[in-house]
């Protein structure tokens, strides 16, 4: 498995601050390091790919939530206050489940 010019300039500098300029005393390749660094931003980036599909999907709600009611009737007041109040009420909870999942991402892994 080769490693991309960003994991192996990281790698480098990696290196260099454990052993100098030189790697004098190193007996780990650069191109160990350079993969487990790779693997690394693999797994960011699918991350990140997660994150805009969960974004993407909750988005498709909060549109569909908010178009009127496909039906042709007009419905009563009542009736069309109760459902607005029931999409409100799932625009809001579905907001407050993607601010708890963006939450969680952002708290440091130390916690």
């Known amino acids: 498995m080769s490693s ?4 192996s300039a990281v790698a480098e500098e990696v290196l260099r601050h454990i052993y100098g300029d030189d790697l004098a005393g190193c007996k780990v390749s650069l191109d160990e390091i350079a993969q487990i660094i790779e693997e690394g931003l693999k ?3 699918n991350h990140q790919r997660e ?3 969960m974004y993407e ?7 569909l939530l908010s178009r009127p009611p496909q039906n042709p009737e007009i419905p009563k007041p ?5 459902m607005l109040s ?3 009420d799932s625009i809001q909870q579905l907001a ?4 708890d999942t ?3 991402l952002r708290k440091p892994a130390t916690e």
Not at 57 to 63: G, K, L, Q, R
Request: no cysteine; glycine share 6%.
């Open 51 to 53: 994150l805009v599909e």
């Open 57 to 63: 999907t909750a988005m498709e709600a909060v549109d």
């Open 96 to 99: 407050r489940k993607v601010m």
């Open 102 to 104: 963006t939450g969680r």
């Open 43 to 45: 797994h960011d980036k």
């Open 78 to 82: 009542e009736q069309l206050r109760s």
């Open 86 to 88: 029931d999409r409100l």
């Open 4 to 7: 991309g010019p960003i994991a």
